[in-house]
Each structure stands twice: as C-alpha cells, then as structure tokens.
C-alpha cells in the first residue's frame, strides 16, 4: 500500500499504521483521513491482519490535531461536512472495525488527534505525551466524536472540564483518569503495543469482532447491549473458532485458530 502522508508496515499478523506529516505534527488533513480510511478498510478485510497499531511520526506528536489552515475560513455547510464526513470515514469506522486497533500515543494527542486515539480500541501512551481537546480554544467544539467518547471514557465532570477549559492533560493524568491503559517510556511504547497485540493474536479474531460489536453497543443509542452480547454469544457457537477452541481445551492442547 502506497499512501502519501501515512506508513503502513505489514508484521506477520500485525500492522502498524503511522500518520507521517511531522513537520505539521500529523495534523490530520483531508487527504489523510482519507487515506486513513483506505488503509484500516484494507487491512480490516485482509484476514490475515489480526491486529493493528496507530501512531504518530517524529517523537514529538501523535496527532495534534484537524489541519487548521483547512478549514479557517469554512462555512456552516463546509465544517458541517467535514465532521460528518470525518466521523464516517476514519473516526466510527475505526470504533466499529473488526479488527483491534490499538493507539500508541507517542506524543501531542490534541483536538481530532484525541478524538482518533479515543476511536480507537485501547490506549497507550508515552510519558510525554499530553492530551486535550483545545477546539474551544479556536471558537469551535470537538468535531469528531468528542464530545461524545470523552465522557465515555473519563466521566462527564472530568470531559466537560478538559472541554471548557481548553487544556492538556499529562500522560500520568489521562492513565488517572481512564484515558489510556499504559504509560511507558518512549522507546517502550510500540514494544508494549506489540505485546499486547500478540497476546490478542492468540485469540480467536471471530469471537473479538462480535465481543467489539457488542461492547460498542453499549455506547450507541437506541441498542440495547445486553440484546447484542445475546444475539454475538449464540452466534459464535455457529464458528468454526468455537468449534477449535472447546475442542482444544478438552484434548489439552493450544488452539489454532482460522
Ligand atoms: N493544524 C495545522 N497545522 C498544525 C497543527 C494543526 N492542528 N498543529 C501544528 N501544526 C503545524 C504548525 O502550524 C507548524 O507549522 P509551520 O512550521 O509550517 O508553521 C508545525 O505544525 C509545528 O507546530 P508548532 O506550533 O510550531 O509547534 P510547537 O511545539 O510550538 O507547538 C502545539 C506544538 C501542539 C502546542 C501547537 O502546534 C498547537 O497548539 N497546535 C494546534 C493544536 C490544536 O489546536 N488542535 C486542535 C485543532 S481543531
């Protein structure tokens, strides 16, 4: 895959995605959401990539932010679009991929690159990574899901103030908080996403993609979660991965997963 302003590095059943505009610190412009878009959607039918890492180039940023000079002199029309836009194509796409994407937050995290890091799956960060959502800062609000996945993720109290105020948070800070899992040094950081994908890898990708949809659900109105775990519990014992993975345990071996 060939892509301007991304990387993408196939590592067996891994692969890792970094945004490389680093003398914009991988501010994310339209190209690149939209190459954003083409690359996970590539890799979530690839079936041999069973985990993906998102971050940033440089040491300094992971995204800090949307490209500014994109849009400052948009209409309501214009910045009506480019939210739904960016939410269709990179930021609830990344939410409801099949595949899990795992942000390795090696630096700025701030506006649309927070809300990317909070799209997806989990979060790592490294210590000097700082984290906010600075929009109301410009005169606007959080376009791409902010205003929505922060709380999700550190609580109504917690968003309303990092919102209002403008704000960056420290790693230490967004690990407090339930922003992140992790934080490491960081030459650390893509060694410990790595781990961890490779202890994901090991599991079954079908049963992932519907425990993903069903814990999605949960945060979508209008779906009643517990309606969704039901409907992808009883669905999974139609997979060929149930069938491998039952029949594992009881001969006591490994499971080798399609
Ligand atoms: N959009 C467009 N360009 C951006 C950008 C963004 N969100 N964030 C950084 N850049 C560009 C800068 O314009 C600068 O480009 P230039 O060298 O051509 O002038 C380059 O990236 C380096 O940024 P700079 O501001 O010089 O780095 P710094 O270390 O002084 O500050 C930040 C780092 C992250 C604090 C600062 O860049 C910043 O506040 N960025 C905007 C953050 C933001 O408001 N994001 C939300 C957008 S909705």
């Given at each position: 895959?060939?892509?301007?302003n991304?990387?993408?590095?196939?590592?067996?059943?891994?692969?890792?995605?970094?945004i490389?505009r680093?003398?914009k610190l991988n501010a994310l412009n339209k190209n690149t959401i939209a190459?954003l878009h083409?690359?996970?959607?590539?890799?979530?039918?690839?079936?041999?990539?069973?985990?993906?890492?998102i971050?940033g180039?440089?040491?300094?940023a992971f995204v800090a932010g949307a490209d500014i000079s994109e849009f400052?002199?948009?209409?309501?029309?214009?910045g009506?679009?480019l939210a739904r836009k960016g939410q269709e194509l990179l930021f609830d796409f990344v939410?409801?991929?099949?595949?899990?994407?795992?942000a390795?937050v090696?630096?700025f995290a701030l506006g649309g690159g927070l809300e990317l890091a909070m799209a997806a799956?989990?979060?790592?960060?490294?210590?000097?990574?700082?984290m906010g959502l600075p929009e109301?800062?410009l005169?606007l609000i959080p376009g791409y899901g902010g205003t929505q996945r922060l709380?999700?993720?550190?609580?109504?109290?917690?968003?309303?103030?990092?919102i209002?105020?403008?704000?960056?948070?420290?790693?230490?800070?967004?690990?407090?908080?339930?922003?992140?899992?992790?934080?490491?040094?960081?030459?650390?950081?893509?060694?410990?996403?790595?781990?961890?994908?490779?202890?994901?890898?090991?599991?079954?990708?079908?049963?992932?993609?519907?425990?993903?949809?069903?814990?999605?659900?949960?945060?979508?109105?209008?779906?009643?979660?517990?309606?969704?775990?039901?409907?992808?519990?009883?669905?999974?014992?139609?997979?060929?991965?149930?069938?491998?993975?039952?029949?594992?345990?009881?001969?006591?071996?490994?499971?080798?997963?399609?």
């Open positions: 895959m060939n892509f301007e991304i990387l993408v590095e196939l590592k067996e059943n891994l692969a890792v995605i970094t490389n680093p003398a190459e083409d690359a996970f959607k590539a890799l979530d039918l690839n079936t041999s990539v069973k985990a993906i890492i971050t180039s440089g040491e300094k400052a002199n948009y209409s309501i029309e214009e009506t679009e939410q409801n991929l099949s595949t899990p994407v795992i390795a090696n630096g799956h989990f979060r790592i960060a490294s210590t000097n990574a700082k109301v800062s005169g709380p999700q993720l550190v609580g109504k109290g917690k968003a309303m103030e990092m209002m105020t403008a704000g960056m948070i420290s790693a230490e800070e967004a690990k407090e908080w339930g922003l992140v899992n992790y934080v490491v040094e960081q030459e650390e950081l893509l060694p410990l996403c790595e781990k961890l994908a490779s202890k994901i890898i090991r599991n079954s990708s079908t049963a992932i993609a519907a425990a993903i949809k069903a814990i999605n659900a949960n945060y979508t109105n209008c779906i009643n979660g517990f309606a969704v775990e039901i409907e992808q519990f009883g669905v999974s014992f139609n997979t060929n991965d149930f069938e491998e993975g039952t029949t594992a345990f009881l001969e006591k071996r490994k499971p080798n997963f399609e």
